[in-house]
Structures are given as structure tokens and as C-alpha cells.
């Protein structure tokens, strides 16, 4: 492995490899703390995270339905109770980041928060006239800019469509030992369907000019730690040690080259460039 910059924040967490050195599937980690009161709570391949506060526990995006009870089950192996869970924040609807809402909501009663654009989607359960999971009651239809407080936590809500209409990053600080740290919950925000199959699936009109916008608003962005939709965002495009805490360098190295698979793919099937 290349020497890494040693970064300015200290965790022992790290994003991981999905199969063993023998080619075995991993199991599901265990959960664990990444940075104060941030911590990892989902299954394998999809990220699901925790943020503890006074007034209770944020949750943001939920994984698969099929994981039963591994969040809840997760929240308690870290101290919590599934019931103090208040706000669950998902970053686009694709069913890896949201069936897990429902199970969520009966164990605590907590309310769910979604951009206004996929919200519709969640709330319908179809996406362009496809059914594409059971309806999900949203109790807040997010918009830009817009902040949600709990317990003396700011999350800031960042629009950044492509991934879906109403795909969201959300920035907020968080203290840790090392001091205050500015952290981006970036969910898929990064990527775009970059293939026949996934795109007539999942794309939208206007959705190329929207994730060419989003990569430019992603770009301007500032931060210390980043908590994406999933482990080899990090491990396999921007640290392979796994470590969250990424350098500007780093993330413009995940932009550029999702994005220069955009353009390859739309200049290799010309049909979908104007979608």
C-alpha cells in the first residue's frame, strides 16, 4: 500500500473490503464509532449511520428491508435504545438506503425526512409510473438549504441530484476528541448509472445536466469526514487504508473520475445524452 497522508483527525475506524483475503464474503461488521457522536450502524455493502444526541438519535439511511433488525440490534450493541431514535434522514430513495425506514419507525416512532422530489417517490412507492417498493410516509419534504436541528446538531440539507431527483447530501460539524470536525453524509451523491441496464432503471429527464450541476456544487464543498452511501466509495476510490478522514485531493480524485465515467458512457451510447 502507497503512503498515505496521515490525516488531521484520529479514528480507528475504517471502511472495509467486502470479501476476505480467501474470496469469502464478509460477514456484516460489527458497529462502531467513527468520530463523536458519529457512528456506523449498517450491514455489509450499504452505509447506514447514527448521530447521538442530547434530545435523541439521528438515523440517516436505513439499508434493506431484508436486514431485519441489524440496525436496531446494532443501536443497542452501542449503548442506545432503538426507541430514542427521532429523525430518520434518507439521502435518495433506492430501496438499499430506505426499506429499512419502516422497521425503524415502529420500533421508535420516529419521524422520516426526505427531500420534497423523493419524497414523492417514497410516499407513492413508484418512480416514473413503476412500482418500486411499498409507500413510505414522509413526515418532512426537505428542500435546499433547509437545516434540521435535534439535541444541538445542525444538518444542513444540500441538494444534489443525479443519483435520483432528489438525492441530498447533508453537511453538519461534529466534536470529537481531536476538536470540532466538519462531516458530509454524501449517501450516492457521487455517482451517476453509468450503464445501460442501471440508467434505464433508475434515470430521469434531465438527469445528466443534473448530476454535471451536482458535480460542480460537490466540488465547492469543504470537509473533514466523509460517510458515503457505501464502504468502497472510500476504500476502493479515494483511501484503500479505509480511513474516513479524506484530503480535498482525494475527493476531487472520486469526482473526477465518476465523472469522467458519465461522459465516457453517454459518449459511448449517445442515446441517453439527452435525457
Known sequence: MDHLPEPRFRTDFRFWDYHEADGRVRAHPEPARIYGPVYHIGPLTVCAYALATAEGIVVIDTSYARDGDLLADNLRKLGFDPADVRLVVNTHWHCDHVEGNARLVELSGAQVAAHRLDAEILESGTFLGRKVGAPCRVDRKLEDGEALSLGGLELVIVHTP??????????????????????????????????????????????????????????????????????????????????????????????????????????????????
Open 162 to 275: 443525479g443519483q435520483s431527483p432528489g438525492a441530498i447530501v447533508i453537511r453538519t460539524t461534529v466534536d470529537g476528541p481531536d476538536g470540532p470536525c466538519r462531516a458530509l453524509f454524501a449517501g450516492d451523491s457521487t455517482g451517476f448509472k453509468s450503464n445501460p441496464k442501471d440508467f434505464e432503471e433508475y434515470g430521469y429527464p434531465g438527469v445528466c445536466a443534473d448530476y454535471r450541476r451536482t458535480v460542480a456544487i460537490l466540488r465547492g464543498l469543504e470537509f473533514d469526514l466523509y460517510l458515503g452511501g457505501h464502504p468502497h466509495q472510500v476504500r476502493d476510490e479515494m483511501r484503500a487504508d479505509g480511513n474516513p478522514f479524506v484530503t480535498r485531493g482525494e475527493w476531487l480524485k472520486l469526482l473526477d473520475g465518476r465523472a469522467g465515467r458519465m461522459e465516457n458512457f453517454l459518449a459511448r451510447f449517445p442515446q441517453y445524452a439527452g435525457r
